[in-house]
């Protein structure tokens, strides 16, 4: 680049940016992926945030940072085109992710997080651009979460409600489209109405769906993308591909969480001990959840073939995760999505641009998501060349948010990590009673060995109005008190529930160590009706559940902890016996509630 030109085009980049303090860096002799293409080896010079030259062949600058590139790659900062950002905040940047586009959070922490970013004070978190509210029916997908918000039921209320969501500050449109795990679903007639409102108001509207017809559907009625593909074993691969060509639209796969629907881990992120080393016991348990108790590999097999068939139709596929949901977590499954996307068909180059240029472009994010001058210094150095080994990808030797480096961050993490876990290992377990008996119950309370004890536990903190009796019944022979559930499920949420909650911590929903048992055994009668043994544990939203049925004799029921996807023992918030999703009158007993090590 001439000397005058690279001058000018430096002071500008100097007074574009003027959030940050860092000294110019230099990343010297690095092989980069410019969100396109990959160079085999450039320097590139950055400060104050922007990226001055991408291609720098002048002296080193007075001052300046240099930072090898020998053997690396030099990529720009991930967009993770689906993410929940309700929580971790602080992951994203960690694990190379630098922008998040959010489908549904909470609204004031959306406007929080956009006023930061706005003002250009925030470089540990990842930028976030949001859809705020998701548009959902009554009883659809997105009410099940306890958080009450507006929903709509019929095509001519799409203006009004489209509108609202603008005005808060929602930069495109999320519509739901999902008929399956008990959610009412929004009509066809409703999400083109919807389509076409945010359309008038210049927005993309985007679809969540969860069948191939529902795919179809919405592609014709104009959405501009669909957020998920779908858990199947066959489809339409051509057709779809063919179609959503046709009407122009993108489509972002979200295989991280279709592998938790599968019940089947695709690889195993914790596995590599640079990854584990920054998430804490909290943040690693979503990972270790899943959505499919049992693993159907072959429910990816569509979702698959669709994805290799939409690239190969020339239809943008973007790299999202939906972090957030089990199976998942912020930052780091990006990092198995874009791997995922390889095993789908993409090429590593092809999946690279996935999680950079695509999205940016799509979603009009402006100058991020590629390695040009005047573009956001938003970066990912890592060993290794993830052109040629997808994996690799996960080897980061530095992150740069803003221009400024994420190392000391990464650092402290890690520290923060490895301290937790230690006092961890040195802590002692929840001491089991020698009979493992948690049950005590008597006409006095519903007394237990240790913890808060047993409570009843209804959905009504989600909005629900189910109701819950329990009752103290005679003892039985052996001396066994029972206790009585009379539940009333109401049909008002698609995850309904009623029944009874033990809680072994001292305080509510706190974790406790219960990993010296093995297995919960408790014995049962009942109406005959099929109920729930249910588990939760330290950072994960989805519990982990057994069905059993109550018939009119006592018969013991065992659970193995092992059998609860997700659970850790080690860190139990609760345990349940639930009545319910499907509403009605329930009656079930539970005597000689046990932990036991076998």
Avoid: C
Wanted: charged share 20%.
């Amino acid at each position: 680049m001439h000397t005058t030109v690279l001058k000018a085009l430096y002071a500008a980049a100097l007074l574009l940016a003027a959030s940050a303090h860092a000294a110019p860096t230099l990343v010297k002799d690095v092989r980069v992926f410019d969100g396109e293409r990959v160079h085999a080896q450039r320097s590139v010079l950055f400060d104050k945030g922007v990226i001055v030259d991408a291609n720098y062949r002048g002296a080193v600058p007075s001052g300046a940072r240099i930072v090898s590139g020998q053997g690396r790659t030099l990529l720009p900062g991930f967009i993770d085109a689906h993410t929940h950002a309700f929580r971790f905040h602080e992951l994203p940047v960690l694990f190379g992710v630098t922008t998040q586009i959010d489908m549904f959070t909470d609204v004031t922490m959306m406007k929080q997080a956009k006023q930061a970013m706005a003002e250009g004070r925030d470089h540990t978190h990842a930028d976030l651009f949001s859809a705020g509210t998701l548009v959902t029916a009554p009883g659809g997908h997105g009410t099940q979460f306890g958080i009450p918000i507006p929903t709509i039921s019929k095509p001519e209320e799409a203006q009004a409600f489209v509108d609202a969501r603008i005005a808060e500050g929602s930069d495109f449109i999320k519509i739901v489209m999902e008929g399956g795990y008990g959610f009412k679903p929004l009509s066809l007639a409703t999400a083109k109405a919807v389509i076409d409102a945010a359309h008038k108001r210049g927005k993309m509207a985007v679809v969540h769906i969860g069948t191939e017809k529902d795919a179809r559907d919405v592609l014709a009625a104009g959405a501009d993308g669909l957020v998920h593909l779908f858990p199947a074993e066959s489809a339409d691969v051509e057709g779809l591909a063919k179609l959503a060509r046709a009407r122009g639209a993108f489509v972002i796969p979200t295989f991280a969480v279709l592998e938790s629907m599968a019940g089947y881990r695709g690889d195993d992120l914790l596995a590599d001990p640079s990854l584990a080393a920054l998430l804490d016991k909290d943040a690693q348990a979503p990972l270790k959840a899943r959505y499919g108790q049992d693993a159907r590999p072959a429910l990816l097999a569509a979702p698959k073939a669709v994805a290799a068939a939409l690239v190969k139709a020339g239809v943008p596929v973007l790299a999202g995760t939906d972090a957030g949901n089990p199976g998942t977590q912020y930052g780091v499954s990006m990092h198995r999505e874009v791997a995922a996307l390889v095993d789908a068909g993409l090429t590593p180059v092809q999946a690279l641009a996935a999680a950079t240029s695509v999205p940016a472009r799509v979603f009009k994010l402006g100058r991020r998501g590629r390695i040009a001058a005047g573009y956001k210094a938003d970066l990912l150095l890592v060993e290794g060349n993830p052109a040629a080994d997808i994996r690799t990808t996960r080897h980061i030797v530095e992150v740069w948010k803003d221009g400024e480096s994420a190392s000391g961050l990464r650092d402290g993490q890690r520290d923060k990590v490895a301290k937790a876990t230690a006092a961890a290992a040195q802590a002692r377990g929840q001491a089991l009673p020698p009979d493992g008996r948690i049950s005590q119950f008597s006409d006095q309370r519903l007394g237990s060995p240790f913890g808060l004890g047993w409570s009843a536990s209804t959905d009504s903190f989600a909005g629900g109005k189910s109701t819950v009796k329990l009752t103290v019944q005679p003892a039985l022979p052996d001396g066994q008190v029972p206790l009585a559930i009379d539940a009333t499920v109401d049909p008002g949420l698609p995850f309904a529930w009623a029944g009874v909650a033990f809680m072994p911590a001292a305080q509510p929903m706190q974790p406790a160590d219960l990993s010296a048992a093995k297995v919960v055994r408790f014995k049962v009668r009942g109406d005959g009706k099929s109920y729930q043994f249910m588990a939760m544990s330290q950072g994960v939203q989805v519990p982990g559940a057994k069905r059993f049925t109550a018939g009119p004799e006592w018969t013991e029921v065992t659970v193995a902890f092992s059998e609860l996807k997700g659970i850790d023992s080690s860190a139990v918030t609760m345990l349940g016996f639930n009545a319910g999703p499907q509403p009605g009158d329930y009656h079930l007993e539970i005597a000689d509630v046990r932990l036991l090590d076998r």
